[in-house]
């Protein structure tokens, strides 16, 4: 029986003699079973605290690693992967970080500012933001706007002042999972609206500066929705698919001025997009099977490990590109 830690996956905690019935308990307090675990058998267990969204402390996670460990917290001996922060990779950069109350907007202005951003995180909820000058320090500078108001865009870029070196669009929505003959204009321009139009306008208030400055690095969030058809509904699809086109016209255009622009296409990702409260029985129907072939999730954590590579130096000879951030779904 091997030594149970917060990073132990939550696969080895279900099999686990003394942490299966601990969990479980979780789960039954909650309302749910098992099941609901079952794609999330390799993440950390710590991995649930984020998921949860701020529903479960990590107070919950220790006092269940006590529990199997005689009282005691042990160090964590695992080998899988773990963040490894890049001292000053990014100091002295000003990076704008959309959809960064929660998820992977969250992750990535993390990650950002621990490695020495300025970050302007940006979010259209104000309480998933007011807690972050707090949690990640007084380099992040927190602003509440609806990228669909040229108001709010302004005051972004306002927030940011006149050197602009990183735009990470990350916020997004999903849709109900409707097919073409089903989607409804509302929702069609809702998703289109944040997932396209938004990252448009953003990526387009920022381009002065960039241009002024000779150089700049912006990173679209797409979806494995991206490359594929069988991943969502028709508006989420069209809109991912839009978003590498505006990707690559943007990097034909502006990489002459040194000015890189890439996008990462997440595949199965432990976080909370926001989903459409009834989706479509016909498009979840032809839909589920493929979904259930994704290799397994991964963190917020990890996708923002992508982004922050293409955001940085090191990514220096790559524009143009869509890097599928996907556990290898996109070779199936």
């Known amino acids: 029986m091997s030594l149970l830690t917060a990073t132990s996956t939550i696969g080895a905690w279900l099999d686990d ?15 749910a079973d098992e099941s609901v675990l079952a794609p999330l058998r390799g993440l950390p267990l710590l991995s649930l605290v984020d998921m949860s969204q701020g529903a479960m402390p990590r107070s919950i996670v220790d006092d269940m690693v006590r529990q199997v460990n005689g009282g005691e917290i042990p160090e964590a001996t695992e080998s899988g992967w773990q963040e490894r922060i890049t001292d000053g990779r990014f100091s002295g950069r000003n990076v704008i970080v959309t959809g960064a109350g929660s ?21 259209i909820a104000a309480d998933r933001l007011a807690a972050l000058p707090q949690e990640l320090g007084p380099d992040v500078v927190t602003v509440t706007a609806d990228l669909s108001k040229p108001d709010d865009i302004a005051a972004i870029i306002a927030a940011a002042g006149e050197r602009i070196d990183g735009l990470a669009n990350v916020a997004g ?7 073409l003959h089903e989607v409804t204009d509302q929702m069609w321009s809702r998703v289109l609206g944040v997932n396209l139009d938004g990252v448009m306008r953003l990526t387009r208030a920022v381009l002065p500066a960039m241009l002024a400055a000779g150089g700049g690095s912006i990173v679209n969030i797409a979806s494995e929705a991206a490359l ?10 069209v809109s991912k698919h839009a978003v590498v086109g505006l990707t690559r016209s943007a990097a034909f255009m502006y990489g002459p001025k040194g000015i890189r622009i890439n996008a990462v296409a997440p595949g199965g990702v432990a976080t909370g997009i926001p989903m459409a409260a009834e989706p479509s029985a016909y498009g979840t129907d032809r ?27 090191d990514g220096v000879n790559i524009n ?12 199936q």
């Open 228 to 237: 594929r058809g069988n991943a969502s509904g028709v508006a989420y699809t």
């Open 103 to 123: 998820g992977i907007g969250k992750a990535v202005a993390s990650r950002l500012a621990r490695e020495g951003a300025r970050v302007v995180a940006v979010d």
């Open 287 to 313: 839909v589920t099977p493929f979904i259930a072939l994704i290799p397994g999730l991964a963190t917020a954590a990890q996708l923002a490990a992508s982004v922050t590579f293409l955001l940085s130096d």
């Open 320 to 331: 143009g590109a869509v890097l599928p951030s996907d556990g290898g779904w996109s070779v």
């Open 17 to 31: 003699p003394a942490g299966g019935p601990l969990v479980r308990g979780l789960l039954a307090a909650s309302g």
């Open 173 to 179: 929505i999903n849709d109900d999972t409707s097919p």
